[in-house]
Each structure stands twice: as C-alpha cells, then as structure tokens.
C-alpha cells in the first residue's frame, strides 16, 4: 500500500498572508486529488490533477503534480476566511480506492 | 456525480449499547466505502462494502465489531457494536467515481 504525506497538519495565518501544502510519496499515482471539507459536512473534490507538472488553476488556489507523479502541492494566494478548513489530499492507488493524506487543518484570520 | 444520504447524523449512545448508520445513494454503485475521521483529521477506511459479497476490512477492524450490509447497489450500512468512548469518532460512508462523493458524516458520541 502507498503512502500520502501531507504537511503541514496545522496552519493558522492572517488573512492576506500565502501558504502552501505538501504532499508526497516515495511511489507513482495514476493521479492525485484535493479536497476540502467543513465541519458537519464530507470532503468535496476541489481538483484532479493527471499529468506529470501539471498545474491547476482554481481561482486563488493553483495546484501542481510533479514531474514524476510523486508528489503535489496547493498554493493558496491572498488567503481569506473563507478558505478555513481541512484540506486532504488523496492519491489514485487503483481504480477503486484512494489513498489519503494526514490532512491540513487551516485557519484563516480576519 | 453521486449524492449520499447519511444518517443519523449525530448520536449519543451508551456504553455496550449499538448503533446502525445508514446510507443511500442516488445511483447503483458497485463498491461503497466505510470512513472513521475524528474531528480535524484524515480519514481512515474501515471497510469496503460490495452487493452480495462480505465486506473487505481494513487491519485493526473486524466483522463482529463494525458489521456491515450491503442488501442492494445503492444502500448500506454500518453498525458500531457493544461501543466504548474510543468508538467516539465522525463516521463516513462514500463512493468512487473518477471522484470520492461522500454523505454528511454521523458524529458519534459514546458515554
């Protein structure tokens, strides 16, 4: 079974400040998704990314997969309140189950 | 996309006591999964439940403590038997298709 590390676990920031979040594994995915859950609610899909160096564009948020597929990170731009919650970053082991990093917990203050 | 109906969405039980959640989905779906996720972590996947076979558990889960039925493609469910407070947790049930859908999450408390 692959791993997914996502880091970091915590980050607290102002608003207007910039952050990014990691994920990595020592294996290939097929592809690598994020997704970002509030409290009371399941985890909703923010973006696929497939390609190797692929970046991904979502208003303030971009995402890039890795050359090598190994590896992904989620760059949030000017953050606001709004972006508060758990980010999860979950990898394609195979066509019927994803494997899923620790988690980013991330609070942005007014 | 798939859309989820999970319930109860909270809970508090007694100690030795069960409970049953249960899930619907708007579509047939051959595999459903089975989350636990404490409140501002990752998921962790119980079990994987198929229609007409017995459910996939994942190590550290076992059939008699966290029973599963999957009677047709589009219900199931999850019972968390004889709970303890360490069954307080958030519990999932999602599918896959090319993304993960999942229902509203039952926050169980056990006391």
């Known amino acids: 079974t692959q791993l997914l590390e996502q880091s970091p676990q915590f980050l607290s920031i102002q608003e207007g400040e910039n952050l990014t979040v990691y994920c990595n594994s020592s294996?290939?995915?097929?592809?690598l998704q994020w997704y970002r859950q509030e409290p009371g609610e399941g985890p909703v899909l923010l973006v696929t990314?497939?390609?190797g160096g692929e970046v991904k564009k979502l208003k303030r948020l971009t995402f890039q997969f890795g050359d090598a597929r190994k590896d992904s990170s989620l760059h949030i731009t000017a953050a606001q309140p709004g972006d508060t919650g758990l980010y999860l970053c979950?990898?394609?082991?195979?066509?019927?189950?994803?494997?899923w990093g620790a988690g980013t917990k991330l609070i942005i203050k007014p | 996309s798939a859309v989820i109906s999970q319930k109860p969405s909270r809970d508090i039980c007694q100690r030795g006591t069960s409970l049953t959640i249960q899930c619907q989905v708007d579509?047939?779906?051959?595999?459903m999964f089975w989350y636990r996720q404490q409140p501002g972590q990752s998921l962790t996947l119980i079990a994987t439940?198929?229609?007409?076979?017995?459910?996939?558990?994942e190590s550290g889960f076992v059939i008699d403590k966290f029973p599963i039925s999957r009677p047709n493609l589009t219900f199931s469910t999850l019972t968390v038997s004889n709970m303890s407070p360490e069954d307080s947790s958030i519990y999932l049930c999602?599918?896959?298709?090319?993304?993960?859908?999942f229902g509203q999450g039952t926050r169980l408390t056990v006391v």
């Open positions: 999602s599918v896959l298709e090319a993304e993960a859908f």
């Open positions: 579509s047939q779906v051959t595999m």
């Open positions: 294996s290939v995915f097929s592809s």
């Open positions: 439940a198929n229609q007409g076979s017995e459910a996939t558990y």
């Open positions: 990314v497939v390609t």
């Open positions: 979950a990898g394609d082991e195979s066509n019927y189950q994803l494997i």
